[in-house]
């Protein structure tokens, strides 16, 4: 019998379970519509950077339990580990070698019953807006094959847009659930700090800043997934307050009226598109009209200093990384991509002192935007500054990339932190999304709502950051939205590639 990819499209993650457990289709012939979905538009999209098809098969026929039972899911390739099989993390060498334990966020995927057939891509280390590696080539977005999809849940957000499953599992540490949900027409929660475990082989991630989560095509989804995946780990840095109910339960009832303080200026002095504010005034248009209370405000943020903080602090990362990296699997520094290596370079020069002053002004950033929560519930802006940008717009030009390699070669990182290689790269990361890195410097729960198409037909989402705790808030008044302007049933046409499986 089976199912069609028209019928396994009209259910979200939530509703595939439902459909197993009614006994109306059975965890293999779903699994058999998501990879025969994934055959058409792989081609095209190239979002899937490891096929487990075998595996996933196997665990199908055999029995399953769990809110998820039978739900066909992918997997993040990087920092969502799964015990024997490599974890790419967009490098070419780490794809090579299995990982020897599963992520504690997998386990819990796995323990809720999902079926597990993929790893979907990543730039190199996640270190990216866009989906781009030299491992793999770039991911592109359904809505438009020519532009990115972002970064770096980029593989994630492609395959959920082009239905090869309802929901994907994402990490952000600086939009990198957000930023691919606003480009792909997904909703995308990023939670707060602590909230979902790291564990079981680190504590956390960019202290704290980064965290696991999904992107999906309903709010539902999104919210039964933080049910499975929220609650403190045992190795964890520190325990959460676990939430007063279900999050499940919070898309089922409206939000209170709240006070929203809306901007689309950035905080980096840099363009901002008008579609992206004419996004971000739509909302404010319609949240006013669902009793909600919006005024233009921002933050007192200095958006230079955030920048250069969190940027400072990122190039650290990215440089133990690589050491880690290399440690793992005895590659060379050239196994890695040239703008890693430069983010690597400049992460080596700095001092121990300098890093800890940059890092400890994070919480200059966190007071700030406390004092602007203290009058408003939650903060409106875009996402990003502009729709999907075209793939390849952010490659280093040919003479910068020769000298950044001559620079490399003599170990001259100071050199390279003084360049302007540096603001090349702040602005592949943050010029098209100088938003979203607040709510992860800050550690505040934070979502991408898509309410917007382009004159052009492509999604655009806008972003709530709220205070912390407040995920079952942002989830009720994202439900909310898409009551009133609903966008599950909006799909790329994706002409030139099989609509049906």
Not at 438 to 467: C, E, I
Request: include cysteine; charged fraction near 20%; glycine fraction near 10%.
């Amino acid at each position: 019998m089976g199912i069609t990819w028209e019928e396994y499209r009209e259910h979200d993650a939530v509703g595939l379970a439902e459909l197993v457990k009614s006994g109306a289709v059975s965890p293999v012939e779903l699994l058999q519509a998501a990879i025969d979905r994934a055959d058409a538009v792989e081609p095209t999209i190239n979002a899937i950077r490891h096929r487990l098809d075998d595996d996933a098969r196997a665990r199908a026929r055999g029995p399953l339990s769990g809110p998820f039972a039978g739900v066909p899911f992918l997997i993040k390739d990087l920092g969502q580990h799964l015990a024997g099989v490599p974890t790419g993390s967009g490098n070419r060498s780490l794809a090579r070698f299995p990982r020897p334990e599963t992520s504690t966020v997998v386990q819990r995927w796995l323990d809720a019953g999902l079926v597990v057939f993929g790893r979907t891509a990543t730039p190199e280390f996640g270190a990216r807006a866009i989906t781009e590696p030299v491992a793999g080539g770039p991911t592109r977005n359904p809505w438009d094959p020519s532009r990115t999809p972002g970064g770096s849940s980029g593989g994630s957000a492609a395959a959920v847009a082009a239905g090869v499953v309802p929901v994907a599992g994402g990490n952000d540490g600086g939009g990198s659930i957000r930023i691919p949900a606003a480009a792909c027409g997904l909703f995308g929660l990023k939670p707060g700090r602590g909230v979902v475990p790291s564990g079981p082989d680190i504590d956390e991630v960019f202290h704290g800043a980064a965290v696991q989560g999904v992107l999906s095509r309903t709010v539902r989804d999104s919210a039964a997934m933080l049910d499975v995946l929220a609650g403190s780990a045992p190795e964890g840095p520190y325990r959460v307050a676990p939430a007063e109910r279900p999050y499940a339960d919070a898309v089922v009832d409206a939000p209170r009226p709240l006070r929203i303080g809306l901007t689309t200026v950035s905080s980096l002095g840099g363009p901002v598109d008008p579609q992206a504010a004419d996004a971000v005034r739509d909302a404010g248009d319609l949240l006013s009209g669902l009793g909600h209370v919006v005024e233009e405000s921002a933050p007192a943020i200095d958006g230079q200093r955030l920048a250069t903080d969190f940027l400072t602090t990122w190039y650290a990362m990215v440089a133990a990384e690589v050491t880690a990296a290399r440690e793992f699997t005895g590659c060379a520094e050239d196994d890695f991509e040239i703008e890693t290596r430069i983010m690597a370079a400049i992460g080596r020069s700095l001092s121990a002192p300098r890093y800890l002053a940059t890092q400890s002004r994070w919480h200059q950033h966190t007071r700030a935007l406390a004092a602007f929560h203290e009058r408003y519930d939650m903060l409106l802006t875009p996402t990003t500054a502009r729709p999907a940008w075209p793939i390849g717009e952010f490659d280093l030009a040919l003479p910068v990339r020769l000298a950044a390699r001559g620079l490399l070669a003599a170990r001259i990182g100071g050199v390279l932190g003084r360049m302007n290689l540096v603001e090349k790269l702040a602005a592949a990361n943050l010029e098209p999304a100088p938003f979203t890195q607040l709510a992860n410097v800050t550690g505040r729960p934070a979502s991408s709502v898509p309410l917007y198409r382009t004159s052009s037909g492509l999604p655009l989402g806008v972003q709530f950051v709220g205070r912390p705790g407040s995920e079952p808030e942002l989830l009720a008044l994202a439900a909310q939205l898409e009551r009133a302007r609903p966008w599950a049933h909006l799909w790329p046409s994706l002409s030139e590639m099989s609509s049906a499986a």
